[in-house]
């Protein structure tokens, strides 16, 4: 049998570099960023914001894995309105029209991030855990209202519903995947990290899982974090939704 054809779009940034290499072995990689890093062979140079650019680097594509955007959760509504949200359409359309299959769009946990300004999650960022029972901690659903903590989140939360719009117009699956912390360094930095963190074999997993996902799964969130100690995003439904299983934990760092 001949490998799916996975396109990773923003392949040169931190996720997608760490994802090429991780999936390279199971699937055929083709990425699309502004500039090739070297070390991808099947490459097409796109400008996000144009989608003639897209149509080309989506052509015989079954799965897209949509990583670009500014990344940073700290950009403000001028770089969000310019760059991401017309990139996130971008991808939408270019997938429709293309006959993709598939979209794994990556969301954010600042979808909800205001939710951390309440307790029993503010305590826990903070790595104030007395009289907190880590068993009794009320996990953020995917169903509970979004509540974004700034114009990065905001866009994050326009392009799950875009991505609800295209699947149920155009039958295109779209997951989204609200990331938590995903760093280079693979391992918490602050005291937030040691409930946020999804280390690189995790996501790996997690990606893995969606590309996988049966047929049936025309749109669903998941949360993007590992199996940790102090985690307060539910994943019950990404275990039993595509058999997402975490396996690392970030008090190993502790």
């Known amino acids: 049998m001949s490998k799916k054809k996975i396109l990773i779009t923003g392949s040169s940034g931190i996720i997608g570099s760490a994802l090429l290499n991780r999936l390279s072995p199971t699937y055929e990689i083709r990425g699309c960023d502004l500039k090739n890093p070297g070390n991808i062979q099947d490459f097409h140079s796109i400008d996000g914001k144009n989608l003639k650019s897209y149509l080309q680097a989506f052509e015989g594509v079954d799965t897209v894995i949509d990583l670009a955007s ?50 029993p999650y503010h305590s826990i960022i903070s790595g104030k855990y007395d009289r907190l029972d880590p068993s009794n901690i009320p996990y953020i659903t995917k169903n509970m209202d979004i509540r974004p903590d700034g114009p990065y989140g905001i866009g994050k939360a326009l392009g799950e519903a875009a991505g609800r719009y295209y699947s149920d117009k155009f039958g295109l699956s779209v997951i989204c995947l609200r990331i938590g912390t995903f760093n280079a360094e693979d391992k918490p930095l602050n005291a937030r990290n040691f409930a946020t963190l999804i280390t690189h074999n995790d996501f790996e997993k997690l990606v893995s899982c969606s590309i996988e996902a049966p047929n ?25 939704t595509i058999g997402y299983q975490p396996t690392d934990n970030a008090e190993i760092w502790r």
């Open 70 to 119: 500014i990344p940073s959760a700290t950009s403000p509504w001028e770089i969000i309105a310019e760059n991401n949200i017309p990139c996130m359409y971008n991808a939408l359309e270019a997938a429709k029209q293309s006959g993709v299959k598939r979209l794994i769009f990556a969301s954010s946990n600042h979808v909800t991030g205001m939710y951390e300004y309440d307790d």
């Open 216 to 240: 049936n799964v025309k749109f669903d969130i998941f949360y993007g974090v590992s199996n940790n100690f102090w985690r307060f995003w539910d994943i019950e439904n990404a275990r039993s």
